[in-house]
Each structure stands twice: as structure tokens, then as C-alpha cells.
Nanobody, 124 residues
Framework: QVQLVESGGGLVQAGGSLRLSCSAS????????MGWFRQAPGKEREFVAT????????DYAGSVKGRFTISRDNTKNTVYLQMNSLKPEDTAVYYC?????????????????WGQGTQVTVSS
């Protein structure tokens, strides 16, 4: 059983930065592709970023490319999402997710383990 716990959310002004962390339990972390998703009120959960078990395979949603950076530290069983140049439209609950395998994916259905989410609010 994999457990994921997100942290680092909060309130920030537009243009500011936040770094989200996701700590994972379980001995298969290094073999699992990890992803970040977000869900704004009244909207569906959407893909943000993913990183593979190899640490090098990475993909981003177009709306965050160039502003967000995903990374992972397999020695700490942790994945990060550095968010810069935040915009009010980035406001959402951000979720960490894990796959059963090292290959990255952008579809929500391809992730089997989910955290409880952390709120990010960007004020204008």
C-alpha cells in the first residue's frame, strides 16, 4: 500500500512562488512514475506535471510549462513541484499521484494512488 502526503500549499500573491512536496511511503517509490494534478472549484481534476522513475522523463501541461518544475528525490521518497510566476488561475487543490510503474503518464486514470490534496490560492 502506497500512502502519499502533500504539503506546502498556501496563499500567495500573483507572481509569487510556492513549492509543494509529496512524501511517499512504500518501498516501490523509485519504480513509480509520479504526477501532480489539480482541481479548481467546479472543474475536473487536470494534469499538471509528471516525472518518471528514471528521474529524467518529464512532461508538463501547456498551461504551466516554463513556470512549474517537477523533481523527485528517491533517497527521500519525495516528489516536488516548484511553482513560479503564479497566476490566479493556478488556484486549486493540488494532488500528488503515483503509478504502478516507472513510465510517465498524463491521464488521471493511469494513476492508482492519490494523496489528500493541498490547497493553493493565488490572489490577484
Amino acid at each position: 500500500q502506497v500512502q502519499l502526503v502533500e504539503s506546502g500549499g498556501g496563499l500567495v500573491q500573483a507572481g509569487g512562488s510556492l513549492r509543494l512536496s509529496c512524501s511517499a511511503s512504500g518501498r516501490t517509490f523509485s519504480n513509480s512514475a509520479m504526477g501532480w494534478f489539480r482541481q479548481a472549484p467546479g472543474k475536473e481534476r487536470e494534469f499538471v506535471a509528471t516525472v518518471g522513475g528514471d528521474l529524467w522523463s518529464i512532461d508538463y501541461a501547456g498551461s504551466v510549462k516554463g513556470r512549474f518544475t517537477i523533481s523527485r528525490d528517491n533517497t527521500k521518497n519525495t516528489v516536488y513541484l516548484q511553482m513560479n510566476s503564479l497566476k490566479p488561475e493556478d488556484t486549486a487543490v493540488y494532488y500528488c499521484a503515483a503509478r504502478n510503474g516507472p513510465v510517465i503518464a498524463t491521464m488521471r486514470q493511469e494513476y492508482v494512488h492519490w494523496g489528500q490534496g493541498t490547497q493553493v490560492t493565488v490572489s490577484s
